[in-house]
DNA sequence: CCGTTTTTATACTAAATTAGTACAATTATA
DNA sequence: TATAATTGTACTAATTTAGTATAAAAACGG
């Protein structure tokens, strides 16, 4: 008994629907335009998937899963708090982690089977998670010890936003001297110790 | 018994239909949801458009007319050739002018009412009418003489597309600076006489 | 204010799309 | 070559969408 994540078919479905949900949202998305792009029969769809709403989760899992990998990673790092920001700032700026919101929207709009319980559930519980980690991270000292990390994580959330803000962007350059900014403006306040380049 | 189109509501159906059109392409916006977004009721829709594909129809003519528009604006202004190709290679970046993929690919490949020739036709006529403009600024000086006027709209179509260019964005710091790359190179090899800041 | 016109909301039917299942044919696998 | 996995097709039921009719509401012009 294997686990069917590990499918190659799987993954390809799950890869597949991710870029079309992220696209056009979760409704305008037909499970038989779904097979046709990830190039596997409907019959193997409903081996892994009970139907569209399953699959949702499925995506919306991963990309939580996915998220908070990445954000693990850089947290636990031995580096300075300034280059742990500016990798998070960056990583929101790329897109990679951010759920798109005509995926949620959808998602979130349907009241029939408990998505939206499911989807607060989900980001409750990866918050929580990504909270033992800076609380962490603060015992060794990465960050300034008198400050809610709750706080920090809020923070670290508008600042993805912030790189995608088109106003913002206009103000600069380039979306890189936008980071840099933007880090510099985290790492003063949060750093320990020293200042920036 | 005045124009239909300067009414209001068609005004707010045309736009709201080119936004969802260029995001989602055609066959994915149904008409319960343009109406939805141009705050318009269905009756009022079949007041203006017989369906959805003649809907599409007017969007894509009034995109190509707004493009032409700007275009011949442009290439008659009493400006160096180089600042002309500056504005051309800019108004491609902004993207106000080129039709949406998305959009273009569902309208492409519907095969039932001739949308496919309905496009080449409107195409090719814009076309010619941008020739004629371009060969009067060519007597006029504009722009040098000895150069066909088709291979200067050609490469003006392809500059459009280089300003998109994601792997092409990543070698400038900024959009801007690749747009002043892009216009130096045209100017040099197509302005009558001096050259660039 | 009134009468007229425009716009909307609702409800409805027919047409089209989509979901989900069954099964024989094909392909990959070991 | 036997076995399991995958596909393609065809099909029905369910859902969505297109398009029309109609009465109520809103907007308008004098």
Not at 116 to 134: G, N, P, Q
Request: with cysteine.
């Amino acid at each position: 008994m294997k686990d069917l994540r590990n499918n190659r078919k799987y993954q390809k479905i799950l890869a597949t629907a991710r870029d079309l949900f992220w696209k056009h949202g979760f409704k305008r998305v037909s499970i038989e335009e779904l097979c046709r792009k990830a190039e596997v029969s409907k019959m193997t769809f409903y081996k892994f998937f009970p139907n569209k709403i399953e699959l949702a989760k499925a995506v919306f899992d991963h990309e939580v899963q996915e998220g908070l990998k990445r954000f693990k990673n850089i947290v636990r790092e031995d580096a300075p708090a300034q280059e742990k920001i500016r990798k998070i700032v960056e990583m929101k700026a790329e897109g990679t982690n951010n759920i798109s919101k005509e995926f949620l929207q959808d998602f979130y709009s349907d009241r029939e089977l408990g998505l939206r319980e499911y989807v607060e559930k989900s980001t409750r519980e990866a918050w929580t998670e990504l909270l033992k980690d800076f609380k962490h991270a603060q015992e060794r000292g990465s960050f300034r010890g008198n400050m809610k990390p709750e706080l920090l994580f809020y923070i670290s959330q508008k600042m993805g936003e912030l790189v995608t803000d088109e106003t913002l962007l206009k103000m600069y350059s380039s979306p890189q001297e936008l980071v840099l900014e933007l880090t510099n403006l985290m790492a003063f306040g949060i750093s320990p110790r020293d200042q920036t380049t």
